[in-house]
């Protein structure tokens, strides 16, 4: 017998960082609007004598209003929260070598600049 925990889903993802690039806001072949954007969040070495850092960063697209709504209110340099869900996405280059990537599909974004 199974019972519900209010768990998030299996692939549920909530991360920050601050917003190094944002493409233009267009239209999907599915006629809604789509933008993507790349979150970067640094991360310092846990050891108290190094200076070493690591860069994280992670792909977002999000659709629809909420797409419309990110073009409007997030710029470049932004400190966002993103929750979403990690999505694969496979192409063909002009080579004709298969390439596969991940990226969250973004269900919710925040911004956390705080602003006077």
Do not use: C
């Given at each position: 017998?199974?019972?519900?925990?209010?768990?998030?889903?299996?692939?549920?993802?909530?991360?920050?960082?601050?917003?190094?690039?944002?493409?233009?806001?267009?239209?999907?072949?599915?006629?809604?609007?789509?933008?993507?954007?790349?979150?970067?969040?640094?991360?310092?070495?846990m050891e108290p004598s190094s200076d070493r850092k690591r860069v994280y960063e992670l792909a977002v697209e999000a659709w629809g209003g909420l797409a419309e709504d990110i073009d409007r209110t997030v710029a470049t340099g932004s400190?966002?929260?993103?929750?979403?869900?990690?999505?694969?996405?496979?192409?063909?280059?002009?080579?004709?070598?298969?390439?596969?990537?991940?990226?969250?599909?973004?269900?919710?974004?925040?911004?956390?600049?705080?602003?006077?």
């Amino acid at each position: 017998m199974s019972r519900t925990h209010g768990l998030p889903e299996l692939n549920y993802i909530v991360f920050s960082g601050t917003v190094t690039q944002k493409d233009s806001l267009f239209w999907s072949k599915y006629n809604m609007h789509v933008i993507r954007f790349r979150v970067e969040n640094t991360v310092s070495s846990m050891e108290p004598s190094s200076d070493r850092k690591r860069v994280y960063e992670l792909a977002v697209e999000a659709w629809g209003g909420l797409a419309e709504d990110i073009d409007r209110t997030v710029a470049t340099g932004s400190s966002v929260l993103v929750e979403g869900s990690l999505v694969s996405r496979a192409y063909v280059d002009r080579k004709k070598e298969e390439h596969h990537k991940m990226i969250v599909k973004a269900s919710s974004v925040k911004i956390l600049d705080v602003r006077s």
